[in-house]
């Protein structure tokens, strides 16, 4: 009996010694201070400008650190070792996954944009040029961790194979101390898994809501860029924070929009539609109509492209030669966000602005819309777009049927006879593409949308005609010449509806989609020439050109005014005659009568121009917001003296611009174009009814 009594006593010092020997919660330590290495390494690969890692950003990540994890606390350990391995796992994917697409995209990943994972592996080139050494060091430990949980998990499993014997009367009689030592341990478990959860609330929401009471003022509820709320939130309380916005909007319907903000919403409507509808009484308004259209949206074309030469060779000859016999808008802005390429189809063809995060396409593509193919062809249009790619690539096969497109001209029907980066050459994509044009009945609509500068810029050595000097294999090099070549490919395209009689009958208009992802300011200054000032880089990166020819070649001229993609579908619908006054658009018709004495604009012609993050302009001023959000952190600059001046005259345009942004929204995430389109028939029936009266 004393013998049992003297085991039971040693045992027991034997296990409090094991257990004083090795600190209570040192894994959890580890797992913090590995992932705070990783998130300010993080910070400093995308080394956003005013926004390097502080007190603040770290006390924030680990308030948020605590709310992931403070409930491990409350697993044994094995469970808590192979629990915090799986989500070091997990966040070290996401942040390296952010760090690419931020390299690619200046933002974040966002919930919207995982709904487009399945283009991650299309973008498998682009992806490949964007990686770097340094970057494994945010998964550098993983493949170690998870040997770490394979070997726990086997070892727990082999231990509940071992059958256990029957209890020694020794073990009887200190089954009375194991059973008070567990409930002990699950007691310090719980308040200690407590006090880590009070821990991080107070830290992630106190620092959070201190932020939302002085410099982040405002921020949650107008935010127009990721990277805003990642410098209040950090990289994790990012996603955390996007994910309740995500289900609030789509889940929870907690931000169902009110009776009161409908009506405000379909009255800014009305009134940009009215502003339409003056203009529908220039005579510019049907001066061609009945003609056909072919609109091309142009991959990574780029302003700063028209009318430059290096080393005595023309970039874009042939579209230098366009220009002169079109209306060509030297200042026009692309106006995407994350959703690029397809946010340039929504936004020129339906005369809205993109979503902040993700992309119409695919969020909304079951919504109603009234854009240019629909209102072609509701007015005895063919109408057809032609892309050689995937038809799901960007949700396109969904989204163009609710467009209205009578046809859709995909990957599948052509033949790759002239294989260039993603898929088709852009010669060969124009001459089957008019092959099938040619054929359509008139009039007729075609929307072409090229693929050969995409980046990163593949274009083969034979197509590559350009003699780049210094430039010769950089990022710039490669994009001078896939440019080069896409000029040749439009050459010959205009050169074929020359020849078989298309031109005296077809608007032709052609403008970029978006910037070509170049970051390298020393390549662009190499081109150009000459060093470029903030406002300048600002420009080069958001302006692509617009041109648009006509039949007989008036209105040719080029116009400095400030326009932007939401111009192109009603600028198009004015000259054929159709009227866009009840349709749910923003933009504006950029050519008129008024407006035909080029490089002589007066002041009352200039429009604002509203970019998706945020910044403006009207041709006097420049708008560039801060990171932070904040209106008075940003800058105002003065475009004619490129220079910053007071913010004064960019604030007073501030809440237009804001207004702009937010209704578009409100049109888009809450489908409210079904209801200011019934209030517009039924509007439409009763004039007809006093008509007849």
Not at 85 to 94: C, Q, R, V
Request: with cysteine; glycine share 6%.
């Amino acid at each position: 009996m004393h013998q049992n009594r003297r085991k039971i006593l040693t045992n027991s010092f034997q296990a409090a010694a094991r257990w004083g020997r090795r600190p209570y919660g040192a894994e959890l330590l580890l797992f913090f201070g590995v992932l705070l290495l990783k998130l300010y390494a993080f910070d400093l690969f995308i080394a956003v400008p005013n926004m390097k890692m502080n007190v603040y950003d770290v006390t924030i990540a680990i308030g948020t650190l605590a709310l992931c994890s403070f409930w491990t606390l409350l697993l044994p350990l094995r469970g808590r070792l192979i629990t915090l391995i799986a989500m070091n796992t997990l966040f070290s994917a996401i942040l390296y996954a952010d760090l690419i697409y931020y390299r690619y995209f200046e933002d974040l990943i966002s919930v919207p944009v995982l709904l487009q994972a399945g283009q991650v592996e299309a973008l498998g080139g682009s992806i490949a040029t964007l990686l770097e050494a340094k970057d494994f060091v945010l998964l550098a430990d993983i493949p170690l961790l998870l040997g770490c949980a394979c070997v726990l998990a086997w070892k727990r499993r082999a231990a509940q194979t071992v059958a256990m014997p029957a209890a020694t009367n020794a073990e009887a009689a200190l089954f009375p101390l194991i059973k008070r030592s567990s409930w002990r341990t699950k007691a310090r478990r719980l308040l200690l898994s407590l006090a880590l959860l009070m821990m991080g609330l107070m830290l992630t929401f106190g620092g959070i809501h201190d932020a939302k009471r002085t410099w982040a003022k405002g921020l949650f509820e107008s935010n127009w860029w990721n990277l805003s709320l990642y410098n209040v939130t950090g990289a994790l309380g990012f996603h955390g924070y996007d994910l309740y916005r995500y289900a609030a909007l789509h889940w929870l319907n907690a931000e169902a929009v009110s009776a009161e903000t409908t009506s405000k919403v379909l009255a800014w409507t009305k009134e940009s539609g009215q502003s339409r509808a003056k203009q529908e009484q220039d005579l510019s308004f049907g001066a061609y109509k009945g003609s056909n259209v072919i609109l091309v949206q142009a991959e990574a074309f780029q302003n700063f492209m028209i009318g430059k030469s290096f080393n005595g060779q023309e970039i874009t000859p042939n579209v230098n030669k366009l220009v002169k016999s079109s209306a060509y808008f030297s200042s026009f802005f692309h106006q995407t966000a994350q959703g690029r390429t397809s946010d340039a189809d929504f936004v020129s063809n339906c005369s809205l602005q993109p979503l902040a995060s993700g992309s119409v396409f695919i969020q909304y593509a079951g919504n109603e819309f009234q854009c240019l193919p629909q209102t072609l062809h509701n007015n005895g249009y063919y109408t057809s777009v032609f892309h050689a790619y995937e038809g799901s690539f960007w949700n396109r096969n969904t989204m163009y049927a609710n467009m209205k497109y009578d046809a859709f001209v995909s990957k599948k029907q052509y033949e790759l006879d002239e294989p260039i980066g993603w898929s088709l050459g852009d010669k060969s994509f124009f001459r089957q593409s008019l092959d099938r044009i040619a054929e359509q009945p008139q009039p007729f609509h075609s929307f072409l949308i090229t693929l050969s500068s995409h980046h990163p810029y593949q274009i083969p050595a034979a197509d590559q005609k350009l003699s780049l000097g210094e430039l010769e294999g950089t990022m710039m090099g490669d994009y001078l010449q896939a440019i080069h070549y896409v000029d040749e490919a439009l050459g010959e395209l205009v050169e074929r509806l020359q020849k078989e009689g298309l031109w005296e009958h077809t608007i032709f208009a052609m403008y970029g989609d978006h910037d070509n992802s170049i970051s390298d300011w020393s390549l662009f200054e190499a081109f150009l020439g000459k060093p470029l000032k903030e406002l300048e880089r600002e420009q080069i990166v958001k302006q692509v050109p617009f041109l648009v020819h006509l039949p007989d070649d008036r209105y040719a001229g080029t116009y400095a005014s400030p326009s932007g993609q939401l111009d192109v579908a009603p600028t198009l619908l004015h000259l054929l005659g159709i009227s866009s006054s009840e349709l749910a658009m923003i933009g504006t018709p950029l050519i008129t009568d008024s407006m035909s004495q080029p490089q002589q604009q007066n002041q009352q012609n200039r429009k604002l121009v509203v970019l998706r993050n945020g910044a403006f302009t009207n041709g006097d001023v420049y708008y560039i917001p801060s990171a932070d959000g904040i209106a008075e952190h940003g800058k105002c600059w003065n475009v004619a003296e490129q220079s910053p001046g007071e913010l004064a005259p960019c604030l007073s345009l501030r809440a237009a611009a804001q207004t702009e942004l937010s209704m578009s929204d409100l049109l888009v995430i809450h489908n409210l174009i079904p209801e200011l389109y019934a209030e517009s028939m039924v509007r439409a029936g009763s004039i007809q009814m006093v008509a007849q009266k």
